[in-house]
């Protein structure tokens, strides 16, 4: 995404005139493909309708949708500050006391329940600012499953195990992200109270698979 930022134009504009210069859906198939019919050189008053750019919401959506990943922010940043309020990101983990319980949240990037391991699965997820290793116990597996194979976006609460610079949480309680009802203080993307909600919503169904085994 943004190698045609040079031609000048917003993405909806470019859009807009790519729509224009395709020919319809019927000439692209069939014994139609490879025929246009030939336009009038006339001056067409939708040749430069002036569009705003794509917000910064809609953008990665879009970026998600169809490269798999975002090129620039990670959703988790346009969420910040709707995200509970206990949440602590990945970088700062390491600052913690062994034992302290913590709440983390973040895109799932990998699954894995190795045949080894006695049940215990293990979870990669991505934040804003790195990655969180979580263990879960088969036990919690078997109450937590639904969350933990489906959502695509999970928040974690455990306890914080540190063991020769090794930094995992071990999982208690496993849900899909949520978002609080902090009111916001930054200068936000969006453009509504709610279009957090229907963002976080919306990028469910676009974010990538994660990488799973076992």
Not at 106 to 114: C, D, F, K, S, W
Request: proline fraction near 6%; hydrophobic fraction near 40%.
């Amino acid at each position: 995404m943004g190698g045609c930022d040079g031609f000048g134009l917003t993405r909806r504009e470019l859009l807009w005139q790519l729509g224009l210069w395709l020919p319809p859906a019927a000439l692209r198939s069939g014994q139609g493909r490879g025929r246009r019919q030939l336009e009038l050189a006339l001056d067409s008053p939708y040749d430069r309708l002036p569009f705003a750019d794509l917000a910064t919401d809609e953008r990665m959506l879009a970026e998600y949708a169809l490269i798999g990943l975002s090129t620039g922010a990670h959703p988790l940043t346009l969420l910040g500050s709707t995200l509970p309020p206990g949440r602590v990101p990945s970088d700062r983990l390491p600052e913690l006391e062994h034992g302290a319980r913590v709440e983390v949240a973040g895109l799932v990037v990998a699954r894995q329940r190795p045949e080894t391991a006695k049940g215990f699965v293990f979870v990669l997820l991505e934040d804003e600012r790195g990655m969180v290793n979580a263990i879960v116990k088969p036990d919690v597996y078997a109450r937590c499953r639904t969350a933990l194979r489906g959502e695509a976006f999970l928040s974690i609460t455990g306890t914080l195990a540190k063991d020769d610079g090794t930094v995992n949480v071990l999982v208690e309680e496993v849900r899909g992200l949520q978002l609080g009802t902090g009111v916001r203080t930054d200068d936000s993307a969006f453009r509504t109270p709610h279009s957090e909600f229907a963002f976080l919503k919306s990028l469910r169904r676009v974010a990538p698979d994660s990488k799973d085994w076992g």
